[in-house]
């Protein structure tokens, strides 16, 4: 519990900060995602053997598509319940928490749901980390990866490591990887439609 409350602490000051003092950081936070993916690698190859990724891989390949399909499922219930176009739907489902892809892309045909579909995918990536310890509890830390989506792969996977263990964080970078390879390809397809 006490490691939730660190995290909220740290996003109320973020927020905090970046609303009185406005820094400009540039492209730093992109570098530390790099980086933090490249920690996360090596921490992933000095734990596991050869043996444990090929035996989590075949698990690990079927949960992303599982997701992408939930998703976009999620996306199109809530369109048809909000009463608006399927494709906004479709399309912001389809962003499974990438929200710096997702948002640009749809607001290239339109900026109102291009801001929802920026702040319904940030939404996503942050009560991944706030629900996931708690979501563990009651269900499988393996299932429980496809809440965070694309995010699995690097901003939620601190979090899905220290919470799911081991195992589960091999699980998690694979999940996000595969999503975030077809993201780029699928959004763009459902957004012509």
């Known amino acids: 519990m006490r490691f939730l409350y660190l995290v909220l602490t740290s996003l109320t000051a973020g927020i905090l900060v970046g609303r009185f003092l406005s820094p400009n950081f540039g492209n730093a936070y992109e570098v530390m995602l790099y980086v933090l993916i490249f920690l996360i690698g090596m921490d992933l190859g000095l734990s596991f053997r050869k043996e444990e990724l090929m035996k989590v891989s075949r698990k690990a390949l079927l949960l992303p598509f599982l997701t992408l ?9 809530a369109s048809l319940l909000l009463g608006i176009e399927p494709k906004w739907g479709l399309a912001i489902g389809a962003g499974c928490g990438w929200y710096s892809l997702t948002g640009p892309l749809i607001a290239q045909y339109s900026p109102l749901y291009g801001a ?34 694309a995010t699995t792969m690097d901003t939620t996977l601190p979090i899905i490591t220290k919470f799911g263990g081991r195992e589960v964080a091999l699980v998690a970078f694979v999940h996000g990887f595969v999503l975030t390879a ?8 459902i957004l012509t439609l």
Do not use: C, H, Q
């Open 116 to 149: 929802v579909g920026f702040l319904g995918n940030l939404v996503r990536e942050i009560l991944t980390i706030l629900i996931y310890p708690i979501a563990t509890k009651r269900i499988d830390p393996k299932k429980a990866v496809a809440m965070g989506g």
């Open 182 to 189: 077809l993201i780029p390809f699928l959004l763009p397809l």
């Open 69 to 77: 399909i939930g998703s976009i499922l999620g996306g199109l219930m």
